[in-house]
Structures are given as C-alpha cells and as structure tokens.
C-alpha cells in the first residue's frame, strides 16, 4: 500500500470543524492556540463557532483550514505517524499545498498561519469586488474549455483556474469575459456552466499583485526542503527542493490547480490511497472521479484518526 496525504483548499470550510479533535486531543488544542498566537487574534473562536460570514472570508478561511489539517497530522504523529517512512507523497488543493508543507517540515505552523492570512489579504485586495468572476463548467473536455476562454479573451482576462478532474474545471478572469465562456461553454455542449459566488478571481492573471505579495512574504520566511516530495499544483510532478517550492508557490497565485493530473500521477505512481487530512471530504469525492483504483479515506476527526492509525501502523 503506498499513502499519500492530500490537504483541502477554500471551499471545506464550515463552522465547528476542528472542535471534536480540540476537545479530545491536547495536541489539536496546541495547533489552535498556535495559530491563534501567529496571527495575534482568537481564529479558533471564528472556526468553533462562527459566524460563518467571517469563517469564510478569504483571509480567514485559509488559516483556518490549515490549523485543521495540521490539528489532525499533529495528533497521528503524537500517536506513532512518522510522515517520512509511512507516506510516500503529498499534495494540497491550492492554499492546501501550504498545510501539505507545513506537515511535510517546509514551513513552520506559525510561519505557515502567517503567510496564508498574508495571501488571503492579498488575494482579496488585488481585484476590486465586482470586477472579477469564477465558473464551474461541467462536463466538458479540457480543450473545449481553452478554446471557450479563448475566444471570450476579446472581452479580457479568461483561463482555467483549476481542473479538478471528472469533468469539473473552473474558470475565472474578468466578469464579462467568464460571463461570455460560460454562455460559449454551453453552446459547445457544456452540461452546466455555474457562476461561483466567490469574492475574487483566484488563480486567474488578475491576481498579478497578490503574487507579488506572496514573492515578498516566501523570500522573508525560513524554508526546508520537504521530507517527503510535494506535488505542486502548477506541476502536478513532484518537487523537494524549498526554493523552487517557494517559486511554484508564488506562479500558483495566478497558475491553475492542476488537480485532475495531480491524482492521475499519483495513480500512475503505485498510490493506492489518499488520506484527506482536515476539513470536509471534497478531494476524496473528485479522487473517486478521476480514477477510480485510488482509494480516498476522509481523517477530520477522533474515529477517522483512530481507524488511519490502525491502517497506517498496523
């Protein structure tokens, strides 16, 4: 059995998570108050219990999701994990490729909280709200999709922002252009074409500034190459070595999640599992769709880390 460890992206969030592992486990408390420290506010407070309008602000749902996912790796490796000898890779979901390298040793907890409210704030400052836009196209080939956004590029800003795999990929630039693919995707034959109320166009060229922020932060923080190899999201290949870590960390600001090639290479590579370590079961669900000889097993909370362990060390 070869394990790889996957970490949630913006979107798992929901108020309460986390708590179950807070209220059984001192070393999930210790990652909250950690997290809390860094950023010198009582996050925690938001994750237990709202309200989820500010949870889900980007600024803070990012930190938030990783102080889950590292609440979850913090008790497995209390209880006997040890990363480098039982998981063979890992890889997160965007801002989940940050608590995929906090676990793998690149960044510190704090370090890590830090740089996720930084890029938040960044992401969330560099577009006016209103002037961009993200869509879901479902059931459409990844070429249909380039040549849609494309042609809706007359209009401005248009790519793919992540292809998620089982025929979901999400676009995202300036509004009237993705308004256009959108409308172009389904004349091509798209099943849906969903407009996403998100409050920025992450991952899309527009988030030029906020990339630049991120270049900034990445050059101000200390950094070790991963104890296991990382698959970047720009990639989808894995990568070891902490300053190109830092480089595809900054490219994937305005760089696609390539998150269906991230999971075929995984397949292609003998994983047989992937463990989705925090918040919600988004990734386990599109692993199903991708390919389907990987298993996806959901850790969030004190039963899941109870039966991982017993897959894990047994």
């Known amino acids: 059995m070869t394990v790889a460890f996957t970490f949630p992206g913006q979107g798992s969030q929901a108020v309460g998570m986390g708590k179950d592992l807070a209220d059984n486990f001192a070393e999930a408390r210790a990652v ?3 997290v809390d420290e860094a950023l010198g506010e009582k996050l925690s407070e938001v994750i ?3 309200p989820e309008d500010r949870l889900t602000l980007t600024a803070n749902a990012q930190p938030a999701l990783m102080a889950v ?5 913090r008790v497995l490796q209390a209880r006997g994990l040890d990363l480098k000898s039982k998981v063979a890779y890992v890889a997160g979901h965007s801002l989940g490729e940050y608590s995929a390298l906090c676990a793998a040793g690149t960044f510190s907890l704090g370090d890590t909280a830090r740089l996720l409210r930084i890029r938040g704030n960044a992401m969330q400052a560099a577009v006016p709200v209103g002037v961009g836009a993200m869509a879901a196209i479902i059931g459409l080939e990844q070429a249909d999709v ?3 956004c494309a042609e809706a590029s007359a209009l401005g800003a ?3 922002a992540n292809d998620n795999g089982g025929g979901q990929i999400v676009i995202s630039g300036e509004k009237a252009p993705v308004e256009k693919a959108a409308e172009l995707a389904t004349a091509k034959g798209a099943k849906r074409a969903i407009l996403l109320p998100v409050s920025a166009p992450f991952h899309s ?3 030029a500034p906020a990339a630049e922020a991120m270049r900034e932060a990445l050059a101000g923080v200390a950094k070790a190459n991963p104890v296991v190899p990382v698959i970047a999201n720009v990639k989808a290949a894995p990568v070891m070595d902490a300053d190109e870590i830092a480089r595809l960390l900054v490219e994937q600001v305005t760089g696609q999640v390539r998150w269906r090639e ?3 290479w995984f397949a292609a590579n003998n994983v047989t599992t992937l463990y989705e370590i925090g918040a919600g079961k988004v990734l386990t669900g599109l692993a199903r769709r991708i390919d389907k000889s990987v298993n996806g097993i959901v850790v969030n909370n004190a039963a899941d880390i109870d039966t991982a362990l017993a897959a894990l060390l047994g």
């Open 158 to 160: 248009c790519q793919i």
């Open 205 to 207: 060229a527009l988030m």
């Open 32 to 34: 909250f108050e950690e």
């Open 262 to 264: 991230t999971v075929e």
């Open 146 to 148: 380039i040549a849609v």
């Open 48 to 50: 237990f219990n709202g």
């Open 69 to 73: 996912s590292m609440a979850v790796i």
